[in-house]
């Protein structure tokens, strides 16, 4: 080969990195891409905005690309998804791992495919269409070739998959997991936790005064330093029906939670729904998968009220009346849930000032919002 030749073959090669200089690179123009949906109006980051701990802000549940469409569960977040395992039951029958709140995928990349083909969500009616999306950018076409190779573009279901896995890479980078908190600092000796805060430590990864780290502690020690605040495990915590959200979404029976996954089929994991993160729980509300809590606070006294017959403890906060029915009650894990004693009020502050300290270096200011 000439130098002429070598050069113009170089600077063919070279094209695609100018633009994307990684295939993470490549991922995170993909997450920001509105092009993939079917009216140009939404991409990943509508639904996991990166200003504001990768959930959506615009309300309890998502709207879909078509302006009218809701979904009846929250997104959760994209934070920390990476350290999510697939799904899986573990050696004491319990399932965990997956993607979505009923791990019906078993990694980032398979979450990454499902919104785009969504009806409710991007609305694309295929792969193919989503591909002749992709091929509008000269950027993109140069990019795929040069990290999956010539022939990407020949197969559409191939191509699909690489953008996927693309938006994965990305979402495995430390822009969203830092581990960059006050926690994390605290622990790499760098700020002290107040003494509330601490306290709230020391009840959190306690099994004598909380069943917190029961389903909240991936690793055994307390002092980890990679602690993601979830084992991914599903259990079924008594939540009831937002009703708000079920108007919007227009969904009028049961959600079954985990017997939603095509590889469930036991009717015990009706209502079981996957342990989210705590990572940045205290400013990616509202909560549970159906968003039926606004404040962190009434979350923690929703647990509280199965371990104490305080009437006044059956009241939930936010509406003045008594906990409403579990949508689900067949199901509960009533072993973890009963775990521990009552909790009094000055505990409960304790345990929201931890979770506070679990939020990133950039979204501190969140808390003062």
């Known amino acids: 080969m000439t130098r002429i030749a070598l050069a113009v073959a170089m600077t063919l090669c070279a094209s695609p990195v100018a633009a994307f200089d990684t295939v993470e690179d490549l991922g995170e123009a993909l997450f920001f891409d509105v092009n993939l949906s079917k009216n140009r109006t939404q991409s990943c980051a509508t639904c996991h905005d990166p200003a504001a701990g990768f959930v959506d ?9 078509d ?17 999510t395992p697939g799904f899986h039951m573990t050696e004491e029958g319990i399932w965990g791992g997956g993607m979505f709140w009923d791990g019906r995928e078993p990694d980032l ?18 792969k193919a269409s989503v591909v002749e999306r992709l091929l509008e950018s000269e950027d993109y076409i140069a990019a795929f070739k040069a990290f999956y190779g010539d022939a990407i ?7 699909y998959a690489a953008m996927t896995q693309a938006i994965a890479a990305f ?21 002290e936790l107040t003494k509330e805060e601490e306290l709230g430590r020391l009840l959190f990864f306690s099994e004598q005064f909380t069943n917190c780290n ?16 979830s084992n991914y495990e599903y259990h079924n915590i008594g939540v009831p029906v937002n009703a708000e959200v079920r108007e919007m979404s227009g969904v009028t029976g049961v959600d079954w939670g985990l017997v939603n996954n095509p590889e469930v089929r036991d009717p015990k ?36 009220k199965y371990n104490t017959p305080d009437p006044a403890r059956q009241i939930n906060p936010e509406t003045g009346e008594q ?11 009533v072993e973890e849930l009963t775990h521990g004693p009552a909790l009094d009020d000055q505990r409960v502050d304790a345990l929201v000032a931890f979770l506070k300290t679990l939020t990133d270096a950039r979204y501190e200011h969140l808390l003062e919002e």
């Not at 302006?67 to 350290?83: K, L, N, V």
């Not at 029961?214 to 605040?229: K, N, V, Y």
């Not at 990616?284 to 809590?293: A, L």
């Open 153 to 159: 573009w020949e197969d559409a279901d191939g191509a």
């Open 323 to 333: 906990w409403r029915q579990p949508e689900i009650p067949m199901t509960l894990s």
């Open 171 to 191: 979402e495995s980078t430390e822009e969203f997991a830092p581990f960059d908190s006050k926690y994390d600092r605290f622990l790499r000796g760098e700020v």
């Open 109 to 126: 990349a398979g979450q990454a495919g499902g919104p785009p083909l969504n009806p409710i969500e991007m609305g694309m009616p295929d």
């Open 67 to 83: 302006g009218e469409s809701f979904g009846d569960r929250t997104a959760p977040t994209a934070a920390y998804a990476t350290f």
């Open 57 to 65: 802000p615009r309300g309890p549940v998502s709207l879909g690309d």
């Open 214 to 229: 029961q389903c909240h502690q991936l690793r055994t020690s307390p002092i980890a330093a990679d602690e993601t605040f």
């Open 269 to 304: 994991a009706g209502g079981r729904y996957k342990t989210p993160t705590l990572r940045n729980v205290a400013v990616t509300g509202p909560y549970m998968h159906n968003s039926v809590f606004e404040d962190l606070r009434t979350v923690i006294l929703f647990y509280n």
